[in-house]
């Protein structure tokens, strides 16, 4: 889709269709559970990290259809479009927006690395070491293990949604 055609409004934005899927990624990753039970710190740092992490998990199970893998990139760019936009919310200027958003997109491509290898290992040890060392807990600590089970329990989901689905953000019900 070329700048004028979205300018002019002439085309649709490729990326409406995934917005149901984005909006719900946001939601999961806001579940009280998270933060309550599994002691991930309620912060900026660790809503960013439960972001991440559901997003991981949906992309990884978008890259494993041959019909989602093409769009994984259009949702990529609703995440980077949200960050940019909370970015600039919270005060940081156009000069260092770049620098912050390689550093975001940085954590993305590491957590999605992190977890495949987790996930490829078929058990819960590896991925609650992944999560020990990338999620910021509370003070008072963190529960790794709940939270390992929750998100290996919200990737099986992923894994029993038809790509239409997972398309129209009906996953986690």
């Not at 710190?41 to 809503?47: F, I, Q």
């Not at 890259?63 to 479009?81: P, Q």
């Not at 970015?87 to 000069?95: A, F, K, W």
């Given at each position: 889709?070329?700048?004028?055609?979205?300018?002019?409004?002439?085309?649709?934005?490729?990326?409406?269709?995934?917005?149901?899927?984005?909006?719900?990624?946001?939601?999961i990753s806001?579940?009280?559970?998270?933060?309550?039970?599994?002691?991930?710190?309620?912060?900026?740092?660790?809503?960013?990290?439960?972001?991440?992490?559901?997003?991981?998990?949906?992309?990884?199970?978008?890259?494993?259809?041959?019909?989602?893998?093409?769009?994984?990139?259009?949702?990529?760019?609703?995440?980077?479009?949200?960050?940019?936009?909370?970015l600039r919310?919270?005060?940081?200027?156009?000069?260092?927006?770049?620098?912050?958003?390689?550093?975001?997109?940085?954590?993305?491509?590491?957590?999605?690395?992190?977890?495949?290898?987790?996930?490829?290992?078929?058990?819960?040890?590896?991925?609650?070491?992944?999560?020990?060392?990338?999620?910021?807990?509370?003070?008072?600590?963190?529960?790794?293990?709940?939270?390992?089970?929750?998100?290996?329990?919200?990737?099986?989901?992923?894994?029993?949604?038809?790509?239409?689905?997972?398309?129209?953000?009906?996953?986690?019900?």
């Amino acid at each position: 889709m070329s700048f004028l055609s979205r300018l002019f409004g002439t085309q649709s934005d490729p990326r409406d269709a995934l917005r149901p899927l984005w909006f719900r990624v946001v939601e999961i990753s806001r579940l009280p559970e998270y933060y309550a039970r599994s002691g991930v710190a309620d912060s900026l740092d660790g809503r960013f990290d439960m972001v991440v992490n559901v997003l991981s998990i949906t992309l990884l199970r978008m890259e494993a259809s041959r019909n989602l893998a093409r769009k994984s990139a259009l949702l990529t760019e609703l995440f980077v479009d949200d960050m940019d936009g909370q970015l600039r919310e919270s005060g940081v200027g156009d000069i260092v927006v770049g620098k912050h958003m390689g550093k975001l997109m940085s954590a993305l491509g590491g957590r999605i690395g992190a977890l495949r290898s987790a996930f490829a290992s078929n058990g819960l040890d590896e991925l609650r070491s992944v999560l020990e060392r990338n999620v910021h807990w509370r003070e008072d600590g963190g529960d790794a293990a709940d939270l390992s089970a929750r998100l290996a329990a919200l990737r099986d989901d992923f894994a029993s949604r038809s790509d239409e689905d997972v398309l129209a953000g009906r996953i986690a019900q």
